[in-house]
């Protein structure tokens, strides 16, 4: 009987392994096709035979943007294209060379001087808070807040804080820079906004509690988990926050070719040479999201090519339930609260 057990107990679990192995290799293969059929350039391309040229005319002058990871790729280019709408941008850069030189660049390319940096290194919870501390001393409001830094590092490496590299830029810094800004974006309610740049890879993968990979670490499959938690933190927001005023949005910006991409995933980046969307055509819907009225557009939600976008994958069994969702937002804000 003890032998039978045994054998049973085997059996069930090959079945449970095998089963999450072809569940893996199906969201995987149907996020490939999908990707490629929607995320290039020749899609973005096609897709916007219906854009409207009048909805990007809208000047914003007077209007105080945020964008976090600017000094390149699609966040350089989200800042360039709101300061060349009259708005007062605030670059927010973790190495001061690179950030000044966008800085020169965006000045001189708009003519808008009202273009400036701050030092903030968002894998750090303590840089984020001194950052908000600093920047709530302006007392200015804050009409659009862009979560546009990101990391894909491979291998794992943990911060001086103790948390997973990946998480801590994508998820955790993230996360406190936008509840810290919370007061400053009342401020500008009720047409206040925060966009954050996720990405198409979060279709890959469910929600999960494993927040910081603890076994068997895959640099891509974690930042994929990271961008399926920004689309929830989304959510959670939008629903938190719906009488302050604030729309929350998230946003997939398609394949693009920029410098992140290039050095995370050197063999994507070479594989699909010449079909990657530029910087520019990945931040068109962050821009287009800082300049609709809010009435157009549905906190909470999820855009692509300045169209509401599904967030799943049919059959790829990615939802998450309330409680894993509340569960995740509990645990960020205990981490955050760890550093002052």
């Known amino acids: 009987m003890k032998v039978q057990m045994q054998v049973q107990l085997r059996f069930s679990i090959s079945i449970t392994t095998l089963a999450m192995f072809l569940l893996k290799t199906w969201r995987s293969t149907a996020f490939g096709l999908y990707g ?11 897709h916007s035979k219906n854009f409207k040229a009048e909805e990007m005319e809208t000047q914003i002058p007077g209007k105080n943007c945020i964008v976090t990871g600017a000094n390149s790729g699609i966040g350089y280019s989200t800042a360039e294209g709101l300061a060349q709408r009259g708005a007062t941008v605030y670059l927010v850069c973790r190495n001061k060379d ?7 660049q965006i000045q ?15 894998s750090s919870v303590a840089e984020v808070k001194s950052f908000a501390s600093r920047f709530s001393e302006k007392n200015v409001p ?26 801590a830029v994508n998820v955790l810094g993230t996360y406190a820079m936008t509840e810290l800004m ?36 895959d640099g891509a499959e974690q930042y994929a988990r990271n961008k399926r938690i920004q689309v929830a933190l989304t959510e959670t927001w939008a629903d938190k926050y719906k009488n302050k005023g604030i729309g929350f ?12 991409v290039a050095k995370s995933l050197p063999s994507f980046s070479k594989s699909l040479s010449g079909k990657l969307r530029t910087s520019e055509e990945g931040a068109d819907t962050v ?12 906190s909470g939600a999820f855009y692509f ?34 550093f002052v």
């Not at 690179?98 to 020169?104: I, K, N, Q, V």
């Not at 990391?151 to 001086?160: A, F, K, P, W, Y």
């Not at 069994?317 to 960020?332: C, E, W």
Request: hydrophobic residues 40%; proline residues 4%; aromatic residues 8%.
């Open 36 to 46: 490629y059929l929607n995320f290039t350039k020749s899609a973005f391309l096609e």
């Open 98 to 104: 690179r950030g000044e030189a966008a800085l020169s």
């Open 108 to 122: 001189t390319r708009t003519g808008n001087q009202n273009v400036y940096l701050e030092i903030c290194d968002l």
């Open 142 to 167: 804050v009409h659009v807040l862009v979560n546009n830094a990101g990391v894909l590092e491979q291998n794992r490496i943990t911060t001086s804080e103790g948390f997973e590299m990946n998480f």
């Open 182 to 217: 919370v007061p400053l974006l009342e401020k500008a309610s009720p047409d206040a906004r925060v966009i954050t740049v996720s990405s198409g890879g979060m279709y890959s993968t469910p929600l999960t509690k494993d927040l910081q990979y603890s076994e068997n670490f």
């Open 249 to 260: 949005y998230s946003m997939h910006p398609g394949w693009a070719d920029t410098p992140g």
């Open 287 to 298: 821009i287009w999201l800082a300049l609709q009225p809010k009435e157009k557009l549905v």
């Open 305 to 338: 090519d300045r169209a509401e976008a599904h967030k799943h994958l049919a059959s790829a069994v990615t939802r998450g339930s309330h409680a894993l969702i509340n569960s995740v937002v509990d645990n960020l804000n205990s981490m955050a609260s760890l």
